[in-house]
């Protein structure tokens, strides 16, 4: 019996790791870095400098643009109209998360951006037109005046409503809190 393309493109990407030694995420850094924007440039970058094979090089280019570009979508529609002045907030704790480590993901929603490994550690929420939410999975951590206790999903929050807020002491538990969820 014949399995859908659905069904067929979810064992790809399972295989992923196996049949080209690294996963998805990888790839994408590595394409970032080789400055190829476009499919076909991309597929032959894969194919040429990494042996990837046509069909997991297709796959890997595909997700990859298809990925960014919902990913910028997605954050432009939050940090439009009011709440435009908060995105330079936003993209320095995605630049920090970033640097935490190679297997951070970024999953942006609708009204959020989730930050994840193997589980979510972080969210970015930009809650009012002048702060985000940056909710952290601290379970067991006590509150304070600034890490106040938040939800089921992230246990504490801190309020930020400038770039500077987003200081030494919020970096400490952002990273406590990726280092948990390996």
């Not at 440039?41 to 643009?65: P, S, W």
């Not at 490994?117 to 009012?128: E, G, S, V």
């Not at 702060?131 to 006590?142: H, S």
């Amino acid at each position: 019996m014949a399995s859908s393309p659905e069904q067929q493109l979810a064992t790809m990407l399972a295989n992923l790791p196996e049949k080209t030694g690294k996963p998805l995420n990888e790839w994408r850094q590595i394409i970032a870095a080789s400055g190829h924007e476009k499919h076909g440039q991309i597929v032959k970058f894969l194919k040429a400098e990494h042996g990837v094979t046509h069909g997991f090089a297709n796959l890997i280019a595909r997700k990859t643009l298809e990925d960014s570009e919902e990913e910028v979508d997605l954050v432009a529609a939050q940090y439009s109209g009011t709440k435009a002045d908060l995105r330079p907030i936003h993209d320095v704790i995605v630049q920090f998360a970033n640097s935490l480590g190679s297997d951070v993901e970024i999953a942006p929603k609708k009204a959020s951006v989730s930050l994840r490994r193997k589980k979510q550690f972080a969210l970015i929420t930009p809650a009012t037109k002048t702060r985000i939410d940056l909710g952290l999975a601290l379970k067991g951590e006590p509150s304070t005046d600034r890490l106040e206790a938040y939800n089921a999903m992230c246990s504490h929050r801190v309020r930020l409503d400038a770039v500077d807020a987003f200081d030494d002491e919020v970096k400490a538990w952002m990273k406590e809190a990726y280092d948990r969820s390996g």
